[in-house]
């Protein structure tokens, strides 16, 4: 049924706009107010039900409100303990979680810091960063989005809004990310890959940063907020040999686009390379607050005193973490096979859309992590702005939920749980809304 926005939806977004600060929800082109799901579905508080193509932003990866089975660990540990003050006190549980944690990567890592958010795991890992190498500066990306409070802001480098009036920032200088689609340096695609490497060596360590004194390059494997691009494996593999010949730190940042999301426990896994630092969260607890920075063993540990906080290791958290890291490694054989199924079907048929219709410029991705970016012209490449926000809109006036990315992108990113019916009729409301604005 076509989705109706009645009195009770209206009036919540009058009473919400009176007391809270405005945030990212107010660009979107719709109202949307979940109030239950299970699964594949959503329900507003009026009734309407949708399928969900955004796992709430990539947070249910495994299913809308998580598996039954993460909901009653959680109803579990509330009976018996919620906060155990984890960075003064000790508790068994999150021990538990992040020795299974560890043993999700690669032998080489070994110590474990838990945070509320993605944002406070990239925090620490800017201030571990620093401490193991005794260095200051750090290298990030153009397009990059690794969080708003400040040390992470400065790295973040996807839109000026989240930036202007919020400077200065930390000692950060941005590169170009291989956006090959779009490469920053107007180079052809098949020229582009290793630009921003050229770019890192000759221009930031030559010239801006002495590579004495660059403490870190953080990176996703694949850029979320920048528009769901993913690099070529040779940008990623030189990125670490360019990391080790300067003895600097490598950051993979898996907050998006880890746990399962791409088919890989680990997108990073897809391009052969390890990082030194990898940070997490959104899905990492199937719902709850959370974060999680995971350093590799041979940098050693950190002065007691010199990173901590309040809520980290909540035990409500942690059992969801739990449950949910016991789901992964009971299925992961299924997880992986769904994902590359589900993932080639999404991706054949998002082709088979830019075959037809000339405002599909770019569909790339990697497992359920797709985008596919929207154009005025294929040949011109012209942003289709204004047709994205009439895509999203369409698609959830029938049922679908959507998010953007990017400038003119559209993320894909439904629970890697979702059956394939779903995500043919997701895909069929998808091709109706494209097909109307491409005429």
Partial sequence: M???????????IKRDRKVMLTTTREPYPYDFVPEHGEGDYVYDISGNRFIDFSSFIAVYNFGVNSRAAVREAMKKQMDSLI???FTDY???????????????LPRSFGKVF?????????????????LFTKRQYIISFYGAFHGRTMGSLSLTASKTVHRERFGPFNSTVQAPYAYCYRCPLHKE??????????????QILGKTVS???????????????GGYIVPPKEFVTELRKLADEHGILLVADEVQSGYMRTGRFLALDHFGVEADIYTFAKAIAGGMPMGATVTRKSL?????????????????AVAAANANINYIKKNMASLKRDSKEKGSLIMKRLNQMKERYEIVGDVRGLGMMIGVELVKNKH??????????????????????????????IRIVPPLTMSKQNIEKGLDVLEAAIKKFSA
């Fill in 2 to 12: 076509p989705v109706k926005l009645d009195k009770k939806i209206r009036s919540l």
């Fill in 300 to 316: 050693g540990d950190i002065p007691s005193g010199a990173h901590a906080n309040t809520f980290g290791g909540n035990l409500i």
């Fill in 189 to 202: 695609e098949s020229e582009c890959c290793l630009q921003g490497i050229d770019v890192i060596r000759n």
């Fill in 211 to 225: 590579e004495k004194e660059c403490a870190a390059i953080f990176f996703e494997p694949v850029q979320g907020e």
């Fill in 83 to 85: 906060h155990p003050a």
């Fill in 380 to 409: 011109t490449k012209e942003p289709a702005i204004k047709e994205r926000e009439g895509i999203l809109d369409y698609c959830f006036e029938n049922n679908l939920i959507l998010l953007p990315a990017g400038i003119s992108t």
């Fill in 90 to 104: 000790y508790a068994e549980l999150p021990v538990v979680f992040a020795e299974k944690l560890v043993r999700m």
């Fill in 114 to 130: 838990f945070s509320n958010s993605g944002t406070e795991a990239n925090e620490a890992a800017i201030k571990f960063s620093r």
